[in-house]
């Protein structure tokens, strides 16, 4: 190799540090400002967040950047593997942010800011309307976008690529598809069930403090590492990766409802373990996170689920709750239990949805957002679209627009392809798990006794520790052979729910 | 004015806003380690704030800000007093750090770091030797650099300016000569005195909770606003504006000592009083923090000592304190515990010293730094020179070099001229109370009632609210008519500690 390329390959890396660093700065700030920063503050606070974001912005489409993308792209097979990594990221973001006329990028972001105020308000009065002119405009930027960015196959393409890299409108049909027609017929004998689990015992009163100490014990037993870490209260539980050694988690507490804090932190938790075990070697580069939307949250989703609503988990878990809790489990027994922490039951808010029927919300808004960006389906028509789709996919239907269309923030911010990432995670995760007890096959027994260590150490082994390394279906396709799979958490959910409402 | 002026103004401005966006970035991630950062990630954030601080110090001597300095510098008369003042700082900064050359610079951060790490293991060794030689290339550094800076009367001038702007050698060997002729007869004569002060009580368990909650109890009474900050737990107490919408104090908490919390909490605080009441329109500018070290530590010194050392402050708060503490106060008089928490004795440790002695330590290295500056001392000779001067000032001698001359950490890093302003603090307090009181005759009984309101309004109004705006003497001269005058402090601590220890 040259010598003049390596020195530009250095040059790179230290311009590609220094965009980490205010990364990693600006991370901070965001953990400060939703956990203890004084609310005084928060004003100048955000200034500075804005400061440093314009600067990252900058950074990543300035002559510099785009001196080193062009004199090391041609050479690209002389250089490692990360080098090359780090130019396809680099370039990837260079090209979206650098394609939209910055004209007309400044208005998009003026629109995404009064539409998100606008949104907020029209959510509270449940009024579609006055969100609407907002939303059509987010929709024609957007595609104005597309038009600038170019797209392969579908224009929703485009999109999905944001998020979640090779997964791709065809890819998404196909799986969609598969589990829709598997957990719409189960989701209905469910809600003829008779055999409703008893939950009240869930909703007695549970102090506060024995929430933080059961969950301390939870996070440490997944494996989570508190010398990389540490957990904090906030109003929307988050984790945030600023380095791998500082990897920090976030959580709320309900005394009325536990499963709150203890699901909540599980699930952070299981980003967490993403975070911390990403290999050090990518430590201060841009590389050195999770690799998409969707697998970050098959990590999460892992540990909730298959982690943390498992009968073999409660197990030796059951007797540690009761011990922190204040005597409203002592007369339940553990499968009543266990029965109470996977009950299932159609809801209108997504957030509020089961394992179960979580998809079902994910795949109708993939449906909308697909018919809005091939000219399918116009904005005026999305309160009766979703109504619809709700009534026919869930059997309920929202009695007004803020319990519908309008409960997520999304949209209001223009992230439209984001969605389908939450259900990638729960295919990626069953997937996994499918992959996982073969080379683990007495993964249960090690959950009865709380030996969580080879399950944290086969993640790191094969999505964990390659950050931003490998692609998501590369990771999917390395350990499990085949590209993505509905079927795997079909069988799991149709197999577990089947067993919680004793169904035939 | 013309167009084009104007025009640079704004963009100077907008300069000088991110590079305190930049600050404050810095300024959290300083607290955020030395308060509840988890371990793991401290190697990388301080690659980040390395980073980050390198980027700081580029803008502050980039050829972007000498346009601007060229540009405005002869148009200064034209500007407003805050774009004047925007100037005067910068150009100060760009002169001291541009004046540099670069290569010696670099050279110079090097040896600052391995000193560092050398006069620990030297301190914890009490081996001055093992630290000689690059406390010796620390001072020829430094000399060098003051060749460089250039420097009016005196050499170690150039070096107080950058903590203390006006003030002088002139002008310290007068103050620190009344004082220290007034201050050493006093400190003999309590050496001597039979009415030593009771103190076992103060040693008794008190529970690091329980002193928490009455520390906030204190914090909250002298004006300290919670929705503009917190109080957190650190092993070397600070206090840090990041805005002045966020100023956090930390202590620490000994369960044999509860002086160190509660006392160093109001000293924080009044650290932390000063940021908070900064006028909002310096918000977003390197003016929006502390004129100098010197007024800085007059504020906290301010609260500790003329407030919280005060016998009129403990007339109501004793009471609290004994419903905090678990009953070591119940048998003692409030003049025994006025008596106790005002002991004075020679010690060897600047940092343990209290409020009568402490000024003598300073007066020592000041003497000394003078001395090594204009080449009447040589850094061989210190040991010797410090243990004498103890003996002399303070009437006891160190018995190793580590409880010594290797005892503080400014040297290593190359903080000469630093010292002076702990010092200058009690006479700026000293002074600012004389004239408060004039305002303000019914002092003390504000005090008994808990109401501090008004004293914290005072300071505001002359202190507080002007930030970088005016200079240490500038505030000085202006409240109280006249230059720094060592006679206050000296009347205050004469009258006080005659009466603690019944001197006639």
Known sequence: ????????????????????????????????????????????RSEVIGMLSSELFE??????????????????DQLDPMTQK??????????????????????????QSKAEGKWEEAKEKADFDMFKPYLEKLVAFTKRFIDYWGYEGNKYNTLLDMYEPGVTVEVLDKVFGDLRDQIVPLVHKISKSEH???TDFLFEHFPKERQKDFSLKILEQIGYDFNSGRLD?????????????????????????????????????????????????????????????????????????????????WKQNYALLKDYSTGQFDSVELDDFYRAINESKPSLIRIEADEL?????????????????????????????????????????????????????????????????????????????????????????????????????WLTEHVHQWGKMKKPLEIIREVTGEGLNAQYLADYLTEKYSKVYSLN
């Not at 780090?86 to 003026?110: F, G, T």
């Not at 005394?255 to 990518?282: C, M, P």
């Not at 309920?396 to 209001?412: K, M, Y």
């Open 357 to 457: 029927t979580y998809a079902l919300h994910i795949i109708i808004r993939y449906e909308i957002e697909k018919g809005l960006f091939n000219d399918e389906i116009e904005v005026k028509d999305l309160p009766e679209i979703w109504n619809q789709k709700y009534e026919e996919y869930l059997g309920i239907r929202p009695s007004h627009n803020g319990e519908g269309v309008l409960q997520d923030v999304h949209w209001a911010g223009g992230s439209f392809g984001y969605f389908p990432s939450y259900a990638l995670g729960y295919m990626y995760a069953a997937q996994l798990k499918r992959a996982m007890v073969e080379d683990i096959p007495h993964y249960e027994e090690l959950l009865e006794k709380g030996d969580l260590a080879p399950v944290r150490e």
């Open 1 to 44: 190799m040259k010598e003049s390329i390596l020195e530009t390959k250095d040059q790179f890396h230290e311009y590609a540090k220094k965009m980490s660093a205010y990364n990693e700065a600006l991370g901070l700030m965001f953990w400060d400002l939703r956990t203890g920063a004084p609310k005084n503050g928060a004003e100048q």
């Open 86 to 111: 780090l130019i396809e990221e680099c370039q990837k973001e260079y090209d979206r942010n650098k394609k939209i006329p910055a004209s007309e990028y400044r208005e998009y972001v003026v629109l």
């Open 196 to 198: 409703k689990p008893k």
């Open 59 to 76: 950074m990543s489409t300035s002559n510099e950047m785009a001196a080193y993308l062009a004199k090391l792209s041609p050479v690209m």
């Open 233 to 313: 209260e906030t109003v929307h539980p988050f984790a945030i990766g600023l380095n791998p050694g500082d990897v920090r988690v976030t959580t709320k507490y309900d005394e009325k409802d536990w499963r709150t804090a203890v699901f909540g932190t599980i699930h952070e938790g299981g980003h967490a373990l993403y975070e911390q075990n990403i290999s050090k070697d990518l430590m201060g580069t841009p590389l050195c996170t999770g690799t998409s939307m969707g697998i970050h949250e098959s990590q999460s989703l892992f540990y909730e689920n298959f982690v943390g609503r498992n009968h073999s988990f």
